[in-house]
């Protein structure tokens, strides 16, 4: 009796690994940030050619939806799921704002006696990580026939009409650059003085000189900084963006400790004024978080490796 019943056992089993990702296919996806600040409704619809795969991707993101038909690969062996350049709306777009970042899809499909998942993320290119960043969803599978015959039958009339604009390399990395140089703002100098500064982060780098590249962190809302090295005011009154603001600063190597601040100008529509500091030394790159008001205004301080 227990011969019929592990036969029977292994035939379910190849049976249920041996299943398409072909179906409809719904969820959330989630922008990868420490903090969620959008997310987008997902539906995948596809059909599965031996290893290839072809379909339609719909998502709903705050007033905007997106029909876009969609070719890829699946591979059996992996489970693995691509489909690359794929429209997705900037997360940090105001409601009326059109910018697309090009991203990849993959995913890994997973099936099991409850329910069948897509499990994966958006990727972008490596020289728009820091405007597009990850975005994770997992998707269900919806068994409805009548659901995912409807919508295959709408690709054939499909026709986006929805136009975007979509961001160079030029338009996102290093965009706005500017010369460090001692800046006089008696305003914005006095006002640097009377708020308390806070040291977000320590880092190590080994050469003379740093790049360090500021976007806005979250919903870009008009928030404004100043920066100063060693207390000294180099840049007034920039405007944080999905375009970064751009430096090339040369360290003081008579001190131990050079220090970078951001004071904030305002708060911009949803304070406090936040903002992504990247720190690249031509070895390695960090990425610090930091967080501005009219009291407190964020520091890093970058030490010099020794030989």
């Known amino acids: 009796m227990k011969k019929p019943l592990l036969l029977i056992s292994i035939l379910f089993t190849l049976q249920l690994f041996s299943q398409s990702p ?3 296919w719904y969820g959330v996806a989630n922008v990868k940030l420490r903090n969620t600040y959008s997310n987008y409704m ?13 379909g339609v991707l719909n998502y709903f993101f705050k007033n905007t939806y997106r029909s876009i038909p969609v070719r890829g690969t699946y591979n059996a062996n992996t489970r693995l799921l691509y489909i690359s350049n794929i429209p997705v709306s900037y997360y940090g777009s105001f409601f009326n704002q059109e910018v697309d970042c090009a991203m990849n899809l993959a995913a890994t499909f997973r099936v099991s006696q409850v329910n069948s998942v897509l499990k994966g993320s958006f990727l972008s290119k490596p020289e728009y990580k820091y405007t597009c960043p990850e975005i994770l969803f997992n998707l269900h599978l919806n068994s409805d026939p009548l659901k995912r015959d409807s919508i295959m039958h709408a690709i054939k009339v499909l026709k986006e009409t929805y136009q975007v604009w979509r961001p160079t390399e030029r338009d996102t990395i290093a965009a706005v650059t500017i010369q460090p140089r001692n800046v006089i703002n008696y305003v914005v100098s ?4 009377q708020r308390e500064k806070v040291v977000a982060e320590e880092l190590v ?5 740093v790049y360090v590249d500021f976007y806005d962190n979250g919903e870009i809302d008009g928030d404004s900084i100043s920066v100063f090295l ?18 090339e600063i040369p360290l003081d190597l008579a001190k131990e400790i050079n220090e970078i601040t951001m004071f904030a100008d ?3 529509s949803i304070p406090p004024n936040t903002a992504l500091m990247v720190v690249n030394d031509g070895k390695k790159r960090y990425e610090v ?4 008001n ?7 301080r970058l030490k010099r490796k020794k030989n």
């Open 190 to 193: 006095n006002q640097f003085k």
């Open 289 to 292: 978080r930091l967080t501005s």
């Open 230 to 247: 060693n207390d000294k005011l180099i840049a007034f009154n920039r405007i944080l963006s999905a375009r970064s603001v751009h430096f």
């Open 294 to 300: 009219f009291e407190k205004s964020a520091t890093i």
């Open 42 to 54: 997902i539906e995948l619809i596809i059909e599965q050619d031996k290893n290839n795969i072809k």
């Open 266 to 268: 305002n708060l911009g």
């Open 205 to 209: 780098v080994e050469n003379d000189s």
């Open 22 to 24: 072909s179906g409809y």
